[in-house]
């Protein structure tokens, strides 16, 4: 899944508040930890897999309007991108429409915020003050 960062912190928050909810604890990762997987890990693995060769189909979605269906937005064989990775930054792009919808309808207003959750807030709202509205988004 080729998912935008604000999304993906969107969904880290929500997590944690589900099982602090519902266990009375929950478990959170740092920005440093989550930058390190999204921004270094995830590619450098996505990258070897494809260069090696020893898997036969590699395919990035992201997603669609309903949450079951992701939309397939690339694939080794139709080779619609250069490659995997460029595929995912071009789908974390397209994805940013949504997550900006998102946070400005729902996430902003809810009551997730506490000491745990704090240094992930605050970059999400870094994030979403750079995009101010979704006119002004790159894509």
């Known amino acids: 899944m080729a998912v935008n960062e604000l999304n993906c912190m969107m969904s ?9 909810q519902h266990k009375g604890w929950g478990r959170i990762v740092s920005t440093k930890t989550f930058y390190k997987s999204y921004d270094a890990e995830m590619m450098e693995t996505i990258d070897t897999l494809e260069k090696e060769g020893e898997i036969s189909e590699v395919e990035v979605y992201i997603r669609s309007n309903e949450p079951t269906n992701p ?3 690339y694939s080794t064989s139709l ?6 990775k460029t595929a995912i930054i071009k789908g974390r792009k397209l994805d940013k429409i949504n997550a900006i919808k998102y946070y400005e309808q729902c996430f902003k207003r809810s ?5 745990e959750t704090e240094e992930i807030l605050e970059r999400m709202e870094e994030i979403h003050k750079h995009h101010k509205t979704i006119d002004d988004m790159e894509l």
């Open 12 to 20: 880290i928050v929500e997590r944690y508040a589900g099982q602090v």
């Open 71 to 73: 939309s397939k937005i």
């Open 79 to 84: 080779k619609q991108y250069k490659d995997a």
């Open 111 to 115: 009551q997730l915020r506490d000491k």
